[in-house]
């Protein structure tokens, strides 16, 4: 009998349930609508009624389910299976995990923040070997991160940590929403990137950028226009010259066996990781003799509900 | 039955050997030379001899050894239980794992690097509740690190990690001995800091440091005379200062439930982590909501052996 993994991906429209085995090969997958305007105990049945047809796939295909694992917005207190608040699903102090475990018996039930759970399923089912030591970030309106260490996820005390977006790489820099100064989500973020060419499309009216029109400026334009006009190059180049700072900083910390990048920064592809890749290759310690850390994008379909049934995998 | 663990310490001029419980308290206890000089056969004698007598004292006490673990100077390959580098003992290419696992049958043993050990050590016997999750920072030559994740220690793909010493902090800082520039280690070493108390001094020779003699300074002089003269305590403020940018970044990426320091530096004890506890509690993320991340210096005797003997423990 095979063994299988049941994730749940809870967003605020829709349900995200799946199947999948230990190699992240997704078997079944199903997506309803959430309802959470209709209170906790409405959104606890609707994931129960989900579960449950996954049960039903698993049995008819002759397959065991293993583990049930949840991906939830918010602040999510897994050791104890609560969310604490998720503005998101509008939950506050909701213990989800003993919820559904009452329902279905003997089954593991783990629950982890929902961007944990996507950098859990990047790293295991990115790339043909499962990917134990990764560091995700992503780069969007802020510079959102995941540690994946031995397979696991790694959130540090209450779960206050992996906040990798809060290294400080310019000390006397900008100040930042947490509180600090110099931070990389300042320099790296989506938001960044869009402030930075904003500026200097006021700055510099002769830009070729100036014809996109300042409200239609997007974290696209620099790059589309990198090529042909020097004012974008110089954006660009400034971008990704403050993002390899953090990037060698977390390399040296980690030296993990990818460095993968999501967000809507990340697009750009391999005009955004070919010449980090350069720069990673020449500046982090023990660069000739000790292993790559190569930046990649992030590339799995359903990461999120393949990290939450990843949640429960064995490694 | 009592389980009991066994911690090697295997240094260039003695073998450090003992006994410890799972609260890391100390059983055992023997100090005997190395005598590297005569080659590895002989070492691996010494190190046999040494096990040996600690089976001797567990056994007349009714204690059941439960693994033996070796600290080792250098680049080790721990996962293939060999020394690859060690120039400390003169060691190349050693399978040290086996040739004692060999000796002792069914025991199992495990080697690591020795600055790891004594992190693990640190972390889990340091204070009364053991400490699964920490960064240990030595403030020495250089700045060393290790890593201690769910009790276990972190070091990266092929070792190459928990380099947290090249933590970028200003990018277009000195450089570095890693290739890199502006690295945590050119401004928070004991190295950094002697050097920065003998230019002053040089330029300012009103200073009352210089009354020390310039081949007298050292990693204390600064912190000496910091409450006398202006220019000691502009030294002093600057260290802790470029120190915070550093663990403000450690204590962001990890929310870990301690940083400890150890190393010359770290003798300074209050001195130092007063200001810097003070600095963590405004800057970090979470400041005030989240879990605080003391930072505290290393304080326990026999780190390395007791590191060593806690490889086998299971959390």
């Known amino acids: ?13 829709f349900i995200k349930s799946g199947i999948a085995d230990a190699d992240g090969k997704i ?3 199903y997506e309803t609508p959430t309802e959470c305007g209709q209170g906790v105990e409405h959104v606890a049945e609707n994931i129960s009624a989900a579960i449950t047809r996954l049960f039903e796939d698993a049995k008819s295909n002759g397959f ?6 949840l991906s939830i917005p918010g602040f999510i207190d897994s050791a104890n299976g609560t969310v604490i608040a998720s503005d998101n699903i509008r939950w506050y102090g909701v213990p989800i995990k003993k919820m559904i475990a009452e329902r279905f018996g003997n089954i593991p039930v783990s629950i982890e923040n929902d961007a944990n759970c996507a950098a859990l399923g990047e ?7 499962k990917r134990k030591n990764c ?16 397979g696991k996820i790694y959130s540090g005390n209450r779960s206050a940590g992996a906040e990798v977006g809060h290294i400080i790489i310019h000390p006397r820099g900008k100040k930042c929403t947490c509180g600090g100064r110099g931070c990389l ?41 990198r090529e042909k006009d020097k ?4 954006i660009v180049k400034k971008y990704i010259d403050d993002l390899s700072i953090g990037l060698i900083s977390i390399a040296n910390i980690f030296r993990p066996e990818a460095i993968i990048l999501g967000g809507g920064v990340a697009k750009q592809g391999e005009s955004l990781t070919g010449p980090l890749n350069r720069k990673l290759k020449e500046s982090i310690i023990y660069a000739h003799s000790g292993p790559e850390v190569p930046v990649i994008c992030a590339t799995v379909k359903e990461a999120g509900m393949l990290g939450a049934a990843a949640l429960n995998m064995q490694f």
Chains 1, 2 share one sequence.
Do not use: Q, R
């Not at 790293?123 to 070997?129: Q, T, V, Y």
């Not at 560091?135 to 031995?150: F, H």
């Not at 409200?215 to 334009?221: C, P, R, W, Y």
């Open 1 to 13: 009998m095979k063994d299988i993994y049941i994730g749940i991906d809870l967003g605020g429209t």
């Open 231 to 234: 004012y974008a190059a110089a």
């Open 123 to 129: 790293a295991l089912f990115g790339s043909g070997e």
């Open 135 to 150: 560091v995700l970030l992503t780069l969007g309106t802020g510079v959102g991160s995941g540690i994946i260490i031995n």
């Open 185 to 225: 989500e300042t320099y790296a973020s989506a938001t960044a990137l869009i402030c930075e060419t904003k500026k200097t499309v006021k700055k510099h009216p002769d830009s070729l950028m100036a014809e996109v029109g300042a409200d239609k400026i997007d974290g696209k334009t620099a790059f589309d226009y």
């Open 64 to 69: 065991a389910v293993t583990g049930i694992g």
């Open 27 to 29: 078997l079944s997958f």
